[in-house]
């Protein structure tokens, strides 16, 4: 039971997170279409909070470790995934430099509170409710069983299309790109920029995906994002 607490008690902390950078950018009165989007308005947000809780009631049952879990190390919760999105924020930038691509960032100071709201939420929305949601009907149809392996990797990788498909789209239509072949490579990235936390969300769960997420945002978005005119200028 103390565990249980501790992980809602962290649940609502992320949520406070969340909810506090889109104060500050709505106080600062950013214009970023990133902040404009329909699932960053309040009404979206707090309906994400509550499936998301919704998902942490039963996410145990579905087969993601508990927030705390006393099976999950720290280093396994926070440093592993973190390290990871790191090294990934690292790859996502050669990408760019190598097809020079200009894509838009939030301009720093706002950049922090952005993303690292918008990154929790992504992991909420894109990750944390649609597996463990998807989980727990199956093992409710397999009437109380969990999934195998096959099942689960097979969620894994149908979840980790979404996102790819949205933005190589987006990005096409925005002409960021120089030509369709040219969707690949970025495709194929994004797809594993959603696999990897979706991997650690199911092994370490949902403070790992989240651990992914900040780190390779901070490097990625934020410190890419301060750097990255003058040096896409200079080439």
Known sequence: MAGTNRSRLSYFELII????GKIVWTAYGLADPLVQRPLTSWTAMGLIATLGYLALTFSKQAG???????SVSNIRRFLLPAGFGFGFG???IGLVLLQRIQVPMVPFP??????ISVGILSELILHFIPLAGILYS???IRGGEKPGKT????VLVLISLWEPVLQVYMMLQMNLLPAPAAAVLPFLLIWAANILP??????YGLLAAVSWRLANYFVWH???????????ASL
């Open 110 to 115: 706002l950049s922090i509170p952005v993303y």
């Open 64 to 70: 993601i470790p508990d927030l705390w879990s006393p």
């Open 138 to 140: 199956i093992t409710l």
């Open 151 to 154: 099942a689960v990797w097979t």
């Open 90 to 92: 690292i790859l996502q």
């Open 198 to 203: 979706l991997y650690f969300l199911k092994r």
């Open 222 to 232: 934020i410190l890419w994002g301060m750097f990255s005119p003058a040096v896409l």
């Open 17 to 20: 997170i969340m909810a506090a």
